[in-house]
């Protein structure tokens, strides 16, 4: 972006610090926030974790890959098949790999059979990739709300900047007013029709727009470092709003209640989320359900060079394969381990749907207090311009009296002191509307963007 420079709006010691002022407008402003943001690229990187998952469960039903070498060696009695119990010093070793799956350990060495002891459950095989994949739609749609509140915060610290500036600006155009007035008292006293406790109260005023002035001035920087904190940019980079003026914001017309709330619920990211959790907890549901019918797998094989012999000889070296396959069902805890599961599977099920009722019914009630905000507001900028009207038309009329010789300007301070308040509670009306407007659009589930922004005076 090109630099603007600072000018008179800067003093010294400011100036020492900082040279230049970069523009920044709503579609700048929207797009480095989606593309910056630390909370966007978190949500990305748990969206990746969560296919990685999906991949994962996927890849349960192959089996694992063992290469290695093993060395068994024996000093003292062991038992025979037969029983007998014989003193035996041998050694043997196993060099090769093979496939397996579950928990066994493959043949090799002086290993035996495998015993039962294997985890790897049909049930998880077929369920589990259902549950990862619906897990994905809820991170999805986490990253989805994530980009949405992000585009809302950046929106919102633009306004503050806009506001900021207007807020300035319009302060710069009454202190010009006061000065006139101040101007005015020190001629009339200066041609003896008027007091010099006049001049006072009016340089009074003026230095109270002043300190206005330079509270505005903080809230500028602030506001600019405060949308530079959420875009991302180097520390100290200050930004100006290249609107000029602070309008109205309107993303909806006159659109029924029912259309907002029917809409928020269908484009809500939060309501994607409920949603893929609910059917997360049903894939649960159906697990448990057919565990006892599915067994628990254990499928091996190993083959490789095995040899030993008395003492540490190795001697009898020759090729070893061993192939193993085990099918087991299991009814846990005679059953009622099965009953504990499907019944805390239902009330994972149970829970998701309550907090998706819960979900909607905070969707719903933001939507109304959002729409209800827009009207309110939009009544108070009404009611903020007649107000303006009606002080505005009251100075010109004072300044007329004073021009004509009937009016003292001690009498007119009040008109334009009326004037300048009501210039600012019109700027803070349309600003509270503009929050508004960025508030319903959010709970709605529209993310904001420049184009969706039609800008009007009223």
Known sequence: VDSVDVGDSLDADELALVEELFPVDLPTALQLAGANSL??????????????RVEQADARWLPSVRVGFSYNRHNGRIQATDGNISEVSRGSFFA?????????????????????????????????PLAARQVVEVVAAEQNATFNQTLLESAVAYLRLVTAQAQLNSLGEIRADVRQMVDLAEAYAAAGEGKVADVQRAKAELARWEHAEFGRQEEVRMASIELARILRLEPGTLLTATDDRLLSWSFFGDEPIDHLIAQAVAGRPEMSRASAQTRAASADIAREHWRPYLPHLMLGFSGGAFGGDKGSQWKNVSDRTDVDVAAIWE?????????????????RHRQARIEADITRDQIVAQVVAANQRCRIRRSAIRAAETRLDAATKSMTAALLGIREGVQLPLEAQQSVSAVADARLALLDAIASYNLAQLQQLHAVGTPASESAVVRSTK
Do not use: K
């Not at 909370?39 to 990685?52: G, I, K, N, P």
């Not at 035996?112 to 589990?128: C, N, Y």
């Open 331 to 347: 009814l846990e805890n005679f059953g009622w381990g099965n009953i504990a599961r499907r019944e805390l599977a239902s009330n």
């Open 96 to 128: 090769g790999g093979g496939l397996g799956s579950g928990t066994a350990p493959l043949n090799g060495g002086a290993g035996g059979p495998p015993r039962f002891a294997v985890d790897l459950s049909v049930a998880e095989i077929v369920f589990e």
């Open 39 to 52: 909370q966007v690229a978190l949500a990305a990187e748990r969206l990746s974790a969560a296919l990685t």
